[in-house]
């Protein structure tokens, strides 16, 4: 992953309890020290700062641990917080989550710790139950960087939601969903960096190493997690298709477990609306459309339905 920075909203820094650690401003692309440790930040700094439009400072790789736990710590507090609208409750959502999954990217033993999985999509159901403007502000905060592990909270929003609108699911098993659909690409750890960054087509063998990834993914997670069944078949299952085209198994609708559909979606239209290397982002409608044109039989379309009433809220409302 290389030497990864971490952005932290502006307000979410509380002065009081924020941990002593560096922060640094972005500059083109290098990161230039704004307050050094042993120096405080108090609230004027925040204000200044967002006075002049900058809406986070950044910490670097080594203090990522300590500013977890803070985040980790606090998550639940600052989002029942009256004080932040729901923009700055997305930006806290997704500090807290990429440090997270970011962390189990990096070391995969970390995943073991059962109750920080659980408590973090405790979190992410608490601001998207009670925000009418989540999965929105989340998308916006996302913008601001692209990695597996960012990928994988959005899709989890997303998943969690359409899963609130088809069907009826106590609140044990929307947890164990949103676990499943976080973790959905944790394979990836097994894959080599070469492959998943290649910017060329993949040839064959590298192809057949790739799709490993949701069977190895399993296998670990089963091995050393205590994942519930629900949480480790989206994992499994993510690539399979309704007409039987997807992978590991090749298996047809009935047999794929629901969640995974779900996740497999949630995955793809993801990936076609966000901006990448190469390909511009798509719109919501746009990709609705190729999921339903050019996809066709790949996925249930009751869930693409559902999934275009979330998503095209606004373009419906547009005069034509
Ligand atoms: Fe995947």
Request: glycine residues 4%; charged residues 25%; hydrophobic residues 40%.
């Amino acid at each position: 992953m290389g030497e990864f920075y971490v952005p932290v909203a502006i307000e979410s820094i509380e002065p009081e309890i924020f941990p002593d650690v560096a922060l640094f401003l972005k500059s083109g692309n290098n990161y230039v020290l704004y307050k050094s440790h042993g120096r405080n930040f108090d609230r004027e700094d925040a204000a200044r700062l967002m006075g002049n439009s900058v809406a986070c400072l950044y910490v670097r790789p080594a203090d990522l641990e300590v500013l977890t736990d803070y985040m980790e710590n606090n998550a639940e507090r600052l989002l029942k917080s009256d004080s932040f609208d729901s923009k700055t409750k997305g930006k806290i959502i997704y500090q807290t989550s990429i440090n997270f999954v970011g962390d189990l990217f990096q070391h995969p033993e970390k995943v073991e710790d059962f109750d920080r999985s659980r408590r973090l999509i405790e979190n992410l159901l608490l601001y998207l139950a009670n925000d009418k403007e989540a999965l929105r502000s989340l998308e916006t905060v996302m913008s601001y960087n692209y990695h597996t592990f960012v990928h994988s909270l959005q899709v989890t929003a997303l998943s969690i939601l359409l899963h609130s609108e088809v069907y009826l699911l106590s609140r044990d098993e929307l947890e164990d969903v949103g676990i499943g659909t976080l973790l959905h690409d944790f394979g990836k750890i097994f894959v080599p960096q070469d492959i998943l960054n290649k910017s060329g087509k993949l040839t064959e063998t590298e192809i057949a190493q790739f799709k490993k990834h949701p069977e190895e993914g399993y296998r670990y997670l089963k091995e050393k997690t205590r994942l519930s069944e629900v949480s480790l078949d989206v994992v499994r299952f993510h690539h399979e298709r309704n007409n039987g085209t997807g992978y590991p198994n090749g298996l047809k609708a009935a047999l794929i477990p629901r969640s995974a559909q779900v996740c497999a979606l949630c995955d793809l239209y993801c990936t076609l609306t966000i901006d990448r290397t190469g390909r511009k982002a798509l719109p919501p409608h746009i990709s609705i459309n190729i999921i339903r044109q050019e996809m066709k039989d790949s996925f249930n379309s009751r869930l693409v339905d559902a999934l275009e009433a979330l998503v095209c809220v606004e373009e419906m409302s547009m005069p034509l």
